[in-house]
């Protein structure tokens, strides 16, 4: 199961959740999730004039601040490994691998 973002795609192999992400100019950084570790999910979808985003929270660990402004358009940094800012045609795809995350955590 697989969701194209911005700059960066999300994947889902039942278990695992791997976060690839693309910053111009520089190699794609991989970061992996078990799903059985994750103890929360936060999706808010993209609409015509903003992104969206997936996160993953991790124990011990806070959700990334939203950041604010025009061009933000209230998702986390790019910075933060454990989320990804999706366009609009990934709604759909964004919200099936999220049940089926969290049916992999429960």
Known sequence: ??????QGSISFDGEWITITKRAVGQRPQEFRLRAADVTGTRLKPATRLFHGYLQ?????????????????GGR??????HSLSIPRRSNDSATKLMAAVEQARS
């Open 56 to 72: 993953f929270v991790l124990p011990g660990s806070a959700p990334a601040d939203e950041a604010t402004g025009i061009l933000a």
């Open 76 to 81: 986390p940094p790019q910075s933060d490994p």
């Open 1 to 6: 199961m697989d969701v194209k973002g911005v």
